[in-house]
Nanobody, 126 residues
Framework: QVQLVESGGGLVQAGGSLRLSCAASGGTPSRYAMGWFRQAPGKEREFVAAIGWSGSTNYRESVKGRFTISRDNAKNTVYLQMNSLKPEDTAVYYC????????????????????WGQGTQVTVSS
């Protein structure tokens, strides 16, 4: 069983930056694909970015060039660096893990992920 804890959310003005962290414990999270999702009020949870066990990445179109996902396997931590933030990025951001060793980054739907964190709020003011 993998436990995930997100941190780093907050309130930022449009154009600003935040870095989210996701600390994993239990199992072998360094071998799993990890992803970030977000959910705004009244909307479905949507894919933001994913990173495979080897470091390959995958992004939703609207965040390409602004967000960067990375991982530090020695610390069992995944990061999401968010730059040039927009009000439409406002949401609760969730970290998730795929329970499949040596998995790549091509998991883009919530049902493909097996473990979830509790979420961290990101609010971007205009």
């Amino acid at each position: 069983q993998v436990q995930l804890v997100e941190s780093g959310g907050g309130l930022v003005q449009a154009g600003g930056s935040l870095r989210l962290s996701c600390a994993a414990s239990g199992g072998t999270p360094s071998r799993y694909a990890m992803g970030w999702f977000r959910q705004a009020p009244g909307k479905e949870r949507e894919f933001v970015a994913a990173i495979g066990w080897s470091g390959s990445t995958n992004y939703r179109e609207s965040v390409k060039g602004r967000f960067t996902i990375s991982r530090d396997n020695a610390k069992n931590t995944v990061y999401l660096q968010m730059n040039s933030l927009k009000p439409e990025d406002t949401a609760v951001y969730y970290c998730a893990a795929v329970n499949r060793e040596f998995s790549g980054p091509n998991y883009r739907t919530p049902r493909e992920y097996d473990f979830w964190g509790q979420g961290t709020q990101v609010t971007v003011s205009s």
